[in-house]
């Protein structure tokens, strides 16, 4: 197990180590065995308390140290405090530092991938274990694949993107720089579009439309475990810059996402519907095909959207 004392995760994560609310000396060398939640952790473990409406958690905690906002205050007076002016980003860091967060695959091609002979992968890139690289596919440098990734044909990732297992990327499929996609997502499938055949006797079968276009995601964004995104019919769909998914999102044939914006668990945005810049669709939304979302809406949990909603705008 590692240990780490308290004014090495201070030191590490930039942050100030205080406690009664003055720097900490001679507990600065306490050992701290990993980071825990505020209702589970031990004296010897570190949480985090980032609201004030959490004080029923922190009255309660049995934790060693918190990582904490700058300025906000703690009623306790014998927990030692790591606190930053990013407390996300602290505690991030001391995941990281008692390596919490998952592992990246180590830079090269590991021996079961299969990749094609025109495939262009940089040396820093990390192909994992049964990971598939198709004809004309681009890894760019520091990208990282977990295992069973497939990267179609003509498909790209870039610089220092990663794909966790069982992501698939459909032929031509273009995925920018720093992105994140969790275990399960697919990129570039089909839109769903099938025409009625009517005879005689009424309907005779379905029509399958053809889905010729594909799929771009510009640089920074995060896709969630097992979203479905559709390929275009003629162009691409586009997740903008920026822009995170939660996990089982599925965005329809053509959507245009902007940038930042937020789509939240179980969000269905049907076809060529347009979401503009930083709007955030709540759990469970359902939208309807060819609307537009206007920059910075809000729509709340489990609606149904069938008309434009005007930037700005909150709507449930």
């Known amino acids: 197990m590692t240990y780490r004392t308290l004014q090495e995760l ?10 009664c609310g003055a720097p900490l000396k001679g507990d600065a060398h306490t050992r701290i065995r990993g980071p825990a939640a505020l209702a589970e952790a031990a004296q010897d473990e570190i949480s985090f308390y980032g609201h004030a409406r959490y004080q029923r958690e922190l009255a309660a905690t049995h934790a060693g140290a918190l990582v904490v906002p700058r300025g906000l205050a703690v009623a306790r007076k014998d927990i030692a405090l790591l606190r930053s002016d990013d407390a996300n980003r602290t505690f991030e860091c001391v995941l990281a530092a008692f390596e919490r967060l ?3 695959p180590t830079p090269g091609v590991h021996a079961s991938a299969i990749v094609s002979p025109s495939a262009s992968i940089a040396p820093s ?51 920018g720089a720093r992105c994140t996609i969790h275990a399960g997502a697919v990129l570039g499938s089909d839109g769903f579009g099938f025409d009625p ?3 005689a006797q009424g309907l005779e079968r379905w029509s399958k439309v053809a889905h010729g276009g594909s799929v771009i995601v510009e640089d920074e964004v995060e896709i969630g475990a097992n979203c479905a995104i559709d ?46 810049r930083g709007a955030v669709l709540a759990g469970q939304t359902g ?9 910075g809406a809000r729509i709340g949990g489990g609606s149904a959207v069938f008309e434009n909603v005007p930037a700005g705008e909150d709507w449930m």
Do not use: M, W
Not at 237 to 257: A, E, M, P, Y
Not at 287 to 295: C, D, K, M, T
């Open 231 to 276: 390929r275009g019919r003629f162009g691409a769909t586009r997740i903008g810059r920026g822009s995170k998914l939660d996990n089982l999102v599925h965005v329809g044939h053509n959507v245009q996402i902007g940038e930042h914006v937020l789509l939240i668990a179980q969000v269905g945005v049907a076809g060529s519907t347009t979401i503009g």
């Open 10 to 19: 201070a030191d590490l994560c930039g942050a100030s180590l205080e406690l």
């Open 287 to 295: 939208v309807a095909p060819q609307l537009e979302i206007g920059a």
């Open 125 to 175: 890139a990390a192909i994992g274990a049964h990971c598939v690289i198709g004809d004309d596919a681009r890894i760019d440098a520091g990208a990282a694949l977990h295992a069973h990734v497939v990267v179609s044909h003509g498909a790209s990732v870039g610089a220092a993107s990663e794909l966790f297992d069982h992501v698939v990327l459909y032929d031509g499929v273009q995925v």
């Open 102 to 104: 998952p592992r990246r």
């Open 197 to 199: 055949v009517l005879g």
